[in-house]
């Protein structure tokens, strides 16, 4: 997931906070997922609303896995002049 992040741009305060958040709300919510499985007497309906509750929670946990990979990246952002070059434009 990382090959996208070779040419990061600077990201504003307000971006950084939104992923702090995000990564922190997913970890939670793949967390309460699992603490939330009701037993259900039915042994084919528990193994199917179980596998649905896990791939949830992975879901969930590979979100927070993404934006932590945006805040690693965002951490040490290409200096400003670099972005500009290499692309043809003479401004």
Known sequence: MSDGMA???PVTPAQLRALT???????????DLLT???DLGDLPTQ???????EQAADTMRALAEC????LLGASSPA?????????GDPR
């Open 47 to 53: 193994r199917l609303l179980d596998a649905w509750v």
């Open 67 to 70: 934006a932590e990979e945006h």
């Open 7 to 9: 040419g990061a741009r």
């Open 79 to 87: 200096p400003a002049s670099s972005s500009s070059r290499g692309t």
């Open 36 to 38: 939330h499985l009701p």
């Open 21 to 31: 958040r995000t990564r922190r709300v997913t970890r939670d919510i793949a967390e």
